[in-house]
């Protein structure tokens, strides 16, 4: 069993551009919806995910926060892209840029499609409480709102978000953002 240890947060600026070092394309679905793992129907969800010339069939655990049961299958491509056919709600579309930042790896997704407009950066860590360095473009903290998790983005998209649910974002971005 692996156990996932991942921070999220809003991105406030494009600095982070500079310091990329790959790009990965995404398309992602999943086979069950937010509306089933929030009922307690389900206790995971379960995703497919094409990154590149790769695919992996992901299940994670319900909890919200940073620490999470995850196991990420390889299948094959043309596997992912019929079970990407059966999936619920939307496709979720996205580009992961890398970057390095203080001894780091963060993992920088700009989302496209039904998502585009939003960007999130993640980064996994070794402990729950290990100290972790916020580079400057990191802005305010999104790991326990759900509506950021690729799940909730799945069933409820960006491009479907209120203008009060935006100006929120922005003003909280705007105070945490140096």
Not at 112 to 121: K, S
Not at 161 to 169: F, G, I, K, N, T
Request: glycine share 6%.
């Amino acid at each position: 069993m692996g156990i996932e240890i991942e921070r999220k947060f809003l991105v406030c600026s494009d600095a982070w551009r500079a310091a990329a070092h790959k790009v990965v394309p995404m398309a992602q679905g999943y086979l069950n919806d937010l509306a089933q793992v929030e009922s307690g129907a389900m206790h995971a969800s379960v995703r497919v995910r094409i990154e590149g010339d790769a695919a992996f069939l992901n299940i994670k655990s319900r909890e919200a926060g940073p620490r999470r049961q995850e196991f990420d299958y390889p299948i094959p491509v043309a596997d992912a892209r019929a079970l990407l056919a059966l999936c619920v709600g939307g496709l979720v579309e996205k580009n992961r840029h890398y970057v390095e930042y203080a001894g780091r790896l963060w993992e920088v997704d700009e989302f496209l499609g039904e998502n585009a407009g939003l960007v999130v950066a993640e980064v996994e860590l070794e402990a729950e409480d290990a100290p972790l360095a916020k580079p400057d473009w990191a802005g305010a903290e999104a790991t326990h709102a759900q509506r950021y998790y690729n799940l909730a983005l799945a069933a409820r998209p960006y491009s479907q978000w209120r203008e009060d649910e935006r100006r929120a974002l922005d003003l909280q971005e705007v105070a945490t953002c140096s």
